[in-house]
Nanobody, 126 residues
């Protein structure tokens, strides 16, 4: 059974930084694409960043709204995915979800993500 557990959310002021982590069990990170999504109140869940399977080159993609501010990385030995978030803005406020590749899931940059963590709240105040 696949389990994804996020941590690292919290409340910060605009311009601040947070680092999210996602530890997985029952799933090999390097063999699959991994990503971060977020969902703000009243909005649909949207992709934020992803890193492709190792055999596809580990290509990294970001949504335009976070490009240049967020960095996704993966430690395959620890089965852990990270999201470093810098220069945070109030519009980044959302629940952030770790996601793992699964057929039939939500599309993001050519990959389907269908395994989800429980989410971690990120709140950015102005």
């Amino acid at each position: 059974q696949v389990q994804l557990v996020e941590s690292g959310g919290g409340s910060v002021q605009a311009g601040g930084s947070l680092r999210l982590s996602c530890v997985g069990a029952g799933y090999t990170y390097s063999s699959n694409s991994m990503g971060w999504f977020r969902q703000a109140p009243g909005k649909e869940r949207e992709g934020v960043a992803m890193i492709s399977r190792a055999r596809d080159g580990g290509v990294i993609q970001y949504s335009d709204s976070v490009k240049g501010r967020f960095t996704i990385s993966r430690d395959n030995a620890k089965n852990t995915l990270y999201l470093q978030m810098n220069s945070l803005k109030p519009e980044d406020t959302a629940i952030y979800y770790c996601a793992a590749e699964r057929p039939g899931g939500r599309w993001f940059y050519g990959y389907q993500f269908g395994y989800w963590g429980q989410g971690t709240q990120v709140t950015v105040s102005s």
